[in-house]
């Protein structure tokens, strides 16, 4: 994705995921805004014009398909450090995914377990390198964490599945986890 897309994605995300207010949004319930209301907002707020198609193009490219235009509406997938409902139903997880985290995370995960913290939800990745992808963020060699889902699923935990392969669950027990590397 090029430079200018990155950076309308990154505006995006902060107003669907983190701040609509900065940008005098109200999301309803689901975190979703009408398209030409935050359309509108968002070309005051950053006095750069975009539109729905370059929205389109941010959504095509963008290999983490962090939003969805549905209806007329606009709304971040996951990734929310606001309160906002989910839309899709809990399914049942594959039998392991993955979590990449820092060095300095991980000594706390180990005993604690994973926790959402400021977010509504622990993000879990499909695959080992999504997860060091994600990992990477943080620590330059991430350590990646193999979660048990199928079991924790059957113990009770509630996965939910996104369409960019990421699991949101409220919180992963210390017993579900092994360390990879």
């Known amino acids: 994705m090029d430079k200018n897309l990155v950076k309308i994605s990154k505006r995006l995300s902060f107003a669907l995921r983190h701040h609509p207010e900065k940008l005098g949004l109200q999301l309803d319930a689901y975190g979703r805004v009408p398209l030409d209301t935050l359309l509108e907002h968002y070309n005051a707020h950053y006095?750069?014009?975009?539109?729905?198609?370059?929205?389109?193009?941010?959504?095509?490219?963008?290999?983490?398909?962090?939003?969805?235009?549905?209806?007329?509406?606009?709304?971040?997938?996951?990734?929310?450090?606001?309160?906002?409902?989910?839309?899709?139903?809990?399914?049942a997880p594959p039998a392991v995914l993955y979590h990449g985290t820092s060095h300095a995370a991980a000594k706390f995960i180990v005993d604690e377990g994973l926790k959402k913290m400021d977010r509504d939800f622990v993000h879990l990745s499909a695959t080992i390198s999504m997860a060091e992808s994600v990992g990477r963020r943080r620590d330059n060699q991430p350590v990646i964490f193999q979660v048990a889902a199928k079991e924790g699923a059957a113990d009770g935990l509630l996965f939910y599945p996104t369409e960019s392969h990421i699991w949101l669950v409220d919180s992963v027990p210390p017993q579900y986890l092994s360390l990879l590397k």
Not at 64 to 91: C, D, M, N, T, W
Request: charged share 25%; proline share 7%.
């Open 47 to 91: 006095g750069t014009p975009i539109d729905e198609a370059m929205i389109r193009r941010v959504m095509r490219q963008s290999d983490k398909q962090r939003f969805a235009v549905e209806g007329g509406q606009i709304r971040a997938l996951y990734g929310h450090s606001i309160p906002v409902k989910l839309l899709q139903s809990p399914a």
